[in-house]
C-alpha cells in the first residue's frame, strides 16, 4: 500500500513540503517502512525512529489520532470495499469531500487541547471530551 498508494502521491510537486507523522505502533516502526518513508520525507518525519520524535500522550494531541483516521475508516468502509482498487478510490473520494470548514474545527479543537496541556504542564486530558 506504502509503495504503490501512497507514495506515487507525492510525486505531486504540491506536497513536497509535507510532514509525515507515523505513530508509535510497532507494526508500523519495521526498519524497511522507516527506511522508505526517511528516503521519501528526509527530515520531515515524525515517528519513533525518524528524525523528529513522536509526541508524548499523541492520541491526546494528533489531529490525526483523534479524530482523522477513525473518521475516515467509518466512510471508507461504510461503502464495503471488495478489491483494494476499491478501496483506493474510496479513500481518495472521502479525503477529497472533507471540507475545509471541519478542518478549522480540527484545528480550534487542537489549540484547546494544546492550550489545556499547556496549562496543566503536560498531565493527561481523561476528562476532556471535545467535539467536532
Known amino acids: 500500500m506504502i509503495t504503490n498508494f501512497f507514495i506515487p502521491e507525492f510525486n505531486n510537486p504540491d506536497v513536497q513540503e509535507l510532514w509525515f507523522q507515523k505513530d508509535d505502533a510497532t507494526c508500523h516502526t519495521a526498519r524497511a517502512t522507516i527506511d522508505l518513508l526517511k528516503d521519501t520525507f528526509g ?36 461503502y464495503k470495499p471488495q478489491t483494494l482498487d476499491h478501496l483506493e478510490d474510496n479513500i481518495r473520494r472521502v479525503i477529497a469531500d472533507i471540507l475545509p470548514q471541519m478542518l478549522e474545527k480540527v484545528i480550534e479543537n487542537w489549540t484547546s487541547r494544546l ?12 476528562e476532556i471530551i471535545f467535539k467536532m
Open 43 to 78: 527530515d520531515r518525519l515524525i515517528s519513533r525512529f525518524g528524525p523528529v520524535d513522536w509526541p508524548p500522550r499523541s492520541c491526546d494531541l494528533t489531529p490525526l489520532d483523534y479524530f482523522l483516521w477513525g473518521y475516515l475508516k467509518s466512510l471508507v468502509y461504510a
Open 115 to 126: 492550550d489545556y496541556i499547556r496549562a496543566s504542564r503536560g498531565s493527561p486530558m481523561p
